[in-house]
C-alpha cells in the first residue's frame, strides 16, 4: 500500500508520497514513488504512483525510454497537460497489454494508480487522476486534490483546509500533517515523504524534499498536531443527554 497527495490551486501544485512498499510484516522496502520530468523554462510534470510497485516501474521505464529513443509523442513532445496525461495512459494501457494476462494466471489483479502534475508552457499548472485502464479525470476548482492508495486516513484534515486560494506553503503543511494521521493509522505508509511544492511559472524542481523520521520540523509539526487535537478536544463540552 502507499499513499500520494496532489493538489492544485491558483499558485501551484503541492505533490507528495509516502515510500513504503511491503508484501507482508517481514518484508519491508523503501521505493521512492515520485518521479519528475522537466525542461528548463518549458515544462515540469511530475508523476506518484501506486499499486504494484513492477508495473508503476514499466511504466515510467516507457516513458523514459520513449524519451531517449525520441518516440513521438512523448512527454517531452507533449504540446499540453491533457496530451501528456493521454501518454501516461498509453503508457499504463501498454503494460497492462503485456503483462495483465500473466498477472491473472498467478491470481494478481493489474493494480496501478498515477497523479500527474505540472505545468508546460502556454498554459497553467493542472493535475490529473490516472486509472489502470488509462483514462483519467482532470482536478476542477470543486474538485482541487487527489489522492492514490490509502486515503481515509488523510482526506479529513485536505477536506478541512484545501480551498483555491490557499497558500502554498499552508497546502505543504495540511499534507504533511495528512500523511501523520495515515502513517499513525496504517502501517503500510511509512517514511520517508517526498515531497515537492511547484509555483506556477517557476519551471523550477528546486522545492523537493525527503522528510525523514529524524526531520525536525515534521517532528515540530506532528507533536504540535497531537496536542493541539488534545486540547481542542478536552475544551469541548461533554453530552448532557442523561
Known sequence: MTYC???????????????????????????????????????VLVLLTSGNLAISQAVINRLQKDITESVVPNLYTAVSMFEAARIVGDAVRAVHHEDAEHLRRHASDFSQAILLGGQIVGERPRLFNIYAAGNFIEAVPETSYFQIGETKYGKPILDRVIGNHTDLDEMAKCTLI????????????????????????SYSTACKKRITDADPYFNQLRRGWAEGLKKVFSELPAPDWC
Not at 10 to 30: E, F, K, P, Y
Open 178 to 201: 495528512s500523511f501523520d494521521s495515515t502513517i499513525r493509522s496504517n502501517l503500510s505508509v511509512g517514511m520517508p515523504i517526498d515531497l515537492f511544492i511547484y509555483r506556477a511559472d
Open 5 to 43: 497527495v496532489g493538489i492544485l490551486l491558483d499558485t501551484g501544485l503541492v505533490m507528495a508520497s509516502d515510500s513504503r512498499t511491503n508484501a507482508g510484516v517481514d518484508h519491508v522496502a523503501i521505493f521512492p514513488k515520485m518521479n519528475i520530468f522537466s525542461q528548463a523554462d518549458e515544462r
